[in-house]
């Protein structure tokens, strides 16, 4: 089992930066691959970024490439996931998610969810 805990959501203007956190136990973290995924009011849950177990290849959403960075810190067990110039249809709750063997795109492929980190940004 792989535990997932996600950290760093809140309030924003729009034009703003939030970083958000996901710190995982139970398993050696580095041997997965870690998924963002958000879903919005009435919206399926929807692909943000993923990022393979050394960071060797790292994938976006259209949506967010350019504004939002994925990364990992190995050592301490932690995703990251940098996000600037928000927009107010980023607004949505945020989970990240582990995989043993890569990092898909498509939620259905992961194994370990997060509980979720609000982001709400205001116009």
């Known amino acids: 089992q792989v535990q997932l805990v996600e950290s760093g959501g809140g309030l924003v203007q729009a034009g703003g930066s939030l970083r958000l956190s996901c710190t995982a136990s139970g398993r050696t973290f580095s041997n997965y691959a870690m998924g963002w995924f958000r879903r919005a009011p009435g919206k399926e849950r929807e692909f943000v970024a993923a990022?393979?177990?050394?960071?060797?290849?790292?994938y976006y959403a259209d949506s967010v490439k350019g504004r939002f960075t994925i990364s990992r810190d190995n050592a301490k067990n932690t995703v990251y996931l940098q996000m600037n110039s928000l927009k107010p249809e980023d607004t949505a709750v945020y989970y990240c998610?582990?995989?043993?063997?890569?990092?898909?795109?498509?939620?259905?492929?992961?194994?370990?969810w997060g509980q979720g980190t609000q982001v709400t940004v205001s116009s």
């Open positions: 990022i393979s177990w050394n960071g060797g290849r790292i």
């Open positions: 998610a582990a995989d043993r063997t890569y990092a898909y795109t498509s939620p259905i492929e992961y194994d370990y």
